[in-house]
């Protein structure tokens, strides 16, 4: 057995140095600066109409982002990327990594002013566990009745730790929690008014009594990122993440900081491998090798970008293999060959469904399209609202093609677990034996160097598939209003509004 405060775990690519302070919980905790202000508010711009409240079968990526500041798990990203404690403050992780054993925090409340205990953890893990595809090896919870809990796994996994920021909830409230939104975050859901916007007020009962520093925070939606950057100039807005390298440059840099960090986001024209032509592999590659990368990020990101080969960010360090690299630079003659072969001489016509509300994905689709033409594929582009492209192509499936960003936590293994031919969150119904193998052996290999070489091999599965066309991962390029401090970009698809203050009082 070992503890993880007395050493570090290695979980894929990522060390996860474990901080045990009270301030944990949240990214750099708070601060003793005597001119701190508390009170206030704040406006985020959102460009995404929140849908699902529900922790546990939450699945847009916007909406995750929001419900961060209201709900906690065991353990909880910062904006460096760690894994820290939060509701647990502790872990004994087996030597197989078959059984997980939390010491749970004490003297914390939920929102409705019950307190957490062993019980809620429980409850929680066990709903989660018949939710949570991540969760479904958990074989059993137990209570110690010494405010530990025990969680045993049907098979070792030691990739798992990640996988508890599942939130916790008050026991028993699986069936109305996406109404009643009750966590034990930061701040407390207040309101929300579909088109309008989701407000949050600050928890005054949260157990780090130095957070959160703001009174009010409201996520306001915006009709599309043009509408909300006129916004953010006209004052209406104090923070606007995700915005385009021109748009940014738009800004009073008197008014606004411009922040940016690498997102950990994989953007791709994904194909359909279950729909003609896109189950014929030489179809899939010449597509890749149609694509300048490089092109198509300075045509949508003014090359603030990292562009991809494959289905993983570099950001993952070892369990990236650079030697992928290039693989698919772009290459006329051998696209037009590859077509031919795959008896498309004369080419064919498909069509891109993207969701209208993400400016550089549409921007993308275009741009990937006009450099499509040049090997005869006709590629129109469809505009669909969020909720009917969450419906047709992320859950039916119903497409040809898509340009989106998929998200994952700072772990190698969630971003490459989503393509196991069994995965619900396998939106390309990519299938592989080989990569199915590799993924359901990673959580039972305990070495990490092991580890590393087995992420590399997935890899070279993915690339010589030509699962989808990667193109980049764009850089979070986000807005903040100098009247504000404290704002930090994760490296992952969050809001943390629990450190963010007034510059000053005026």
């Known amino acids: 057995m070992h503890k993880v405060n007395t050493k570090k775990i290695l979980t894929g690519a990522l060390t996860l140095a474990l901080?045990?302070?009270?301030?944990?919980c949240t990214q750099n905790g708070g601060t003793s600066d005597a001119d701190v202000i508390?009170?206030?508010?704040?406006?985020?711009g959102i460009t995404q109409e929140p849908m699902i409240f529900d922790p546990h079968t939450v699945v847009?990526?916007?909406?995750?982002?929001?419900?961060f500041n209201v709900y906690e798990g065991l353990f909880k990203y910062d904006s460096t990327g760690t894994l820290n404690p939060c509701l647990a403050t502790d872990v004994v992780i087996s030597d197989d990594a078959s059984e997980y054993t939390f010491t749970i925090r004490e003297g914390v409340t939920f929102h409705d002013g019950s307190e957490l205990d062993t019980g809620d953890v429980v409850?929680?893990?066990?709903?989660?566990s018949e939710l949570l595809p991540e969760l479904s090896s958990i074989d059993s919870i137990t209570d110690n009745g010494d405010n530990t809990v025990t969680v045993t796994l049907s098979t070792p996994n030691s990739e798992m730790l990640p996988n508890f920021t599942a939130a916790i909830i008050p026991e028993g409230s699986g069936d109305t929690i996406g109404d009643t939104r009750i966590g034990t975050g930061p701040f407390v859901f207040d309101s929300y008014e579909p088109g309008i916007g989701i407000v949050l007020t600050r928890n005054e009962n949260y157990w780090n009594p130095e957070l959160p520093y703001?009174?009010?925070?409201?996520?306001?939606?915006?009709?599309?990122?043009?509408?909300?950057?006129?916004e953010l100039q006209g004052g209406a807005i104090d923070i606007f993440p995700y915005l385009t390298t021109d748009r940014a440059a738009q800004l009073d840099t008197n008014t606004f900081d411009i922040l940016s960090l690498g997102s950990n986001m994989v953007q791709a024209l994904f194909l359909n491998n279950a729909v003609a032509p896109f189950d014929d592999v030489r179809v899939r590659k010449a597509l890749n090798y149609a694509v300048d990368r490089n092109e198509v990020i300075a045509l949508t990101m003014d090359g603030a970008s990292e562009p991809l080969t494959t289905a993983m960010s570099p950001v993952m360090g070892e369990a990236y293999d650079t030697s992928l690299d290039?693989?698919?630079?772009?290459d006329i003659d051998r696209a037009l060959e590859l077509l031919a072969e795959a008896g498309y001489e004369d080419g064919f016509d498909m069509t891109i469904t993207v969701p209208s509300n993400y400016l550089v994905h549409v921007n993308t689709a275009v741009a990937i399209a006009d450099q499509l033409s040049a090997i005869g594929v006709n590629a129109s582009i469809e505009q669909v609202d969020w909720a009917t492209w969450l419906d047709?192509?992320?859950t039916q499936r119903d497409y040809e093609a898509t340009v989106i960003c998929l998200t994952s936590d700072y772990a190698p293994y969630d971003v490459i677990s989503r393509y196991a031919s069994d995965n619900d969150g396998n939106l390309i119904n990519y299938s592989n034996p080989a990569v199915d193998e590799i993924i359901e052996n990673l959580p039972l290999t305990i070495d990490e160097n092991e580890r590393i070489s087995m992420y590399r091999e997935l890899l070279g599965y993915m690339t010589e598939d030509a699962a989808s066309v990667y193109v980049q991962d764009p850089s979070n390029i986000c807005a903040v209003n100098r009247r504000l401090t404290g704002y930090a970009i994760y490296p992952m698809y969050i809001q943390d509004m629990s450190t963010v203050r007034l510059a000053s009082a005026n």
């Open 19 to 24: 901080a045990f302070s009270a301030a944990a």
């Open 326 to 330: 290039g693989t698919y630079d772009q």
């Open 123 to 128: 409850y929680s893990l066990q709903r989660a």
């Open 38 to 44: 508390y009170g206030g508010e704040a406006v985020v």
């Open 214 to 230: 703001l009174d009010k925070v409201t996520f306001k939606v915006c009709a599309d990122m043009d509408a909300g950057l006129l």
């Open 392 to 394: 047709r192509v992320y």
């Open 60 to 67: 847009a990526a916007g909406d995750k982002e929001i419900i």
